[in-house]
């Protein structure tokens, strides 16, 4: 069989990447779920050392590998969520680092594989379990701790992307609440206690009006949608009154009628957030 001389630039050497990705992330990447499960296979074949060194491919490479690696970094949300500003998202791009330290983490490297006749799916936990690993050397070996520390304590507009996803709520609610001039310390979770029955579960999960509503101007904005019955209650329950002292000075017979009030707030104040 022939020699092959692998450029140190060519796509070849991102090749045990693409074979550590799991099935399910790599289906989603057709040129990499149609390559050859063999590393001879494109190392001999001229179509495939085409296929594979095409921007194309490159392409691919760099966008799947990245989602793998995103995960370990511990910010929320995926890849996806944030734009090319964000310095984790550029970090998750560095193919040559991530195919370094897998190879040295557990011999996952070129040599290895062309010696394997069929190289399988891994199973996915196997497959995070490493790549935990390696990011958090290449954290450690890189020294990027005090970029990461950085950025989870100062993000910025231009690190999301403008779609409503849970990721940019939770930096819109902490990047309002930083800017407050006033924030209310009584969160949703304390609206919604009942001091017999726990807590209720809503429709959204553990919303903070205390971050959600940081600003003065947008929490009176909110208000003004509600009937004055509701911002009644609303307000008795942010100052720390129970549901039946709530229905006994609003004359209610029972606090379960404070209680489905408060849960109707609720839901108005959840849209109200999405659309604003």
Not at 181 to 205: F, P, Q, W, Y
Not at 244 to 251: C, H, N, R, T
Request: one cysteine or more; glycine letters at 4%.
């Amino acid at each position: 069989m022939p020699q092959i001389t692998i450029p140190h630039d060519s796509n070849i050497r991102y090749l045990p990447l693409i074979y550590f990705l799991p099935e399910s992330m790599i289906v989603k990447f057709p040129l990499l779920y149609n390559l050859p499960r063999k590393v001879r296979d494109i190392l001999y074949e001229n179509d495939m050392r085409t296929l594979i060194e095409s921007d194309a491919c490159l392409s691919e490479i760099m966008d799947s590998v990245a989602a793998m690696v995103f995960p370990h970094f511990g910010f929320g949300g995926w890849k996806e969520h944030y734009t090319g500003y964000c310095p984790v998202w550029t970090l998750t791009y560095v193919l040559p680092l991530w195919a370094k330290l897998l190879e040295q983490e557990i011999n996952w490297g070129l040599n290895a594989l062309i010696q394997v006749p069929s190289i399988p799916f891994l199973d996915e936990d196997f497959i995070n379990k490493v790549m935990n690993r390696v990011v958090k050397r290449a954290i450690s070996e890189q020294g990027w701790q005090p970029i990461l520390d950085v950025v989870r304590e100062m993000p910025c507009d231009e690190d999301f992307e403008k779609w409503n996803t849970n990721v940019r709520k939770d930096f819109l609610r902490k990047w309002y609440h930083t800017r407050s001039k006033r924030v209310r310390t009584v969160s949703l979770e304390a609206c919604m206690e009942d001091d017999n029955n726990g807590i209720h579960e809503i429709a959204a999960d553990s919303y903070d009006i205390a971050e959600y509503v940081a600003s003065d101007d947008f929490y009176q904005r909110f208000k003004a949608q509600l009937s004055e019955r509701d911002m009644k209650i609303l307000e008795l329950r942010m100052e720390g009154f129970t549901y039946e002292e709530i229905a006994d000075k609003l004359g209610y017979q029972n606090h379960s009628g404070v209680l489905k009030r408060m849960k109707s707030i609720t839901k108005m104040f959840i849209q109200y957030e999405a659309q604003n």
